[in-house]
Every structure is written in structure tokens, then in C-alpha cells.
């Protein structure tokens, strides 16, 4: 079964940090694009960073940069979202998504995933 399954989510502090995870079942990360979206309560879901296969670019949008960091362990099949210094308006479930190899920049996120992960609630409040 091709799958994507994420874990990590939690309640945490406003300058708290979280690493989310997403393993891959039934195909090989390696080759393609990890994405991460957030959906926050009654808003739209919005792409939050792109890791290439391809060429191994990267992609924040500009409320993550400096404090998110998504990098994957291939022997592991395994991706991750490294979240620093979370703030208040980070809250919502976060989903890992893969699309085909490309470059990764702020179009990307619009392209349709072969794979969706289930999603993990991020809390952050005081």
C-alpha cells in the first residue's frame, strides 16, 4: 500500500520547537519532491516548504524562513520538517505531500501530489 504517514505534532510553547516526520510505504522518497503543507483553523491549506530530488532546492514560504528547516534520510525513507521558535500562527495540522522531481520554488506548491500523508495537529499557545 503506497502510503505517507506523518507524526510529531503536538502542543507547544510559543518559541518551542517540533520536528514532524512523514515515512513513505510502498515507494521510494528518494525520488520525489517532499512538500509540506498547514491547514490553520477556518483557513485555506497553504504550502509550507519543498525539498528537490532533483536538485536538491529548497523552497520556505516567508513566515517559515529562518525557523523551518526540511531535510530527508533516504536509508530511512523518512522525511522531516525541523519547526524552531514556533510562534502562535503556526497552529494547524501539517501534511507532508510528494510530487514528481522538480526544482522547488514558490509555484510548485500549486502542482497536484501523487501522495497525501494524514496530517498531524501542531499546537502552539501558552
Known amino acids: 500500500q503506497l502510503q505517507l504517514a506523518e507524526s510529531g505534532g503536538g502542543l507547544v510553547q510559543p518559541g518551542g520547537s517540533l520536528r514532524l516526520s512523514c515515512v513513505a510505504s510502498?515507494?521510494?522518497?528518494?525520488?520525489?519532491?517532499i512538500l509540506w503543507f498547514r491547514q490553520a483553523p477556518g483557513k485555506e491549506r497553504e504550502g509550507v516548504s519543498c525539498?528537490?530530488?532533483?536538485?536538491?532546492?529548497?523552497n520556505y514560504i516567508d513566515s517559515v524562513k529562518g525557523r523551518f528547516a526540511t531535510f530527508r534520510l533516504n536509508a530511512q525513507n523518512t522525511a522531516y520538517l525541523e519547526m524552531n521558535s514556533l510562534k502562535f500562527e503556526d497552529t494547524g495540522v501539517y501534511y507532508c505531500?510528494?510530487?514528481?522531481?522538480?526544482?522547488?520554488?514558490?509555484?510548485?506548491?500549486?502542482?497536484?501530489?501523487?501522495?497525501w500523508g494524514q496530517g498531524t495537529q501542531v499546537t502552539v499557545s501558552s
Open positions: 505531500a510528494v510530487i514528481p522531481s522538480v526544482s522547488c520554488d514558490s509555484g510548485t506548491y500549486s502542482l497536484t501530489p501523487d501522495y
Open positions: 510502498g515507494f521510494t522518497l528518494e525520488y520525489y519532491n
Open positions: 525539498d528537490s530530488s532533483s536538485d536538491g532546492s529548497t
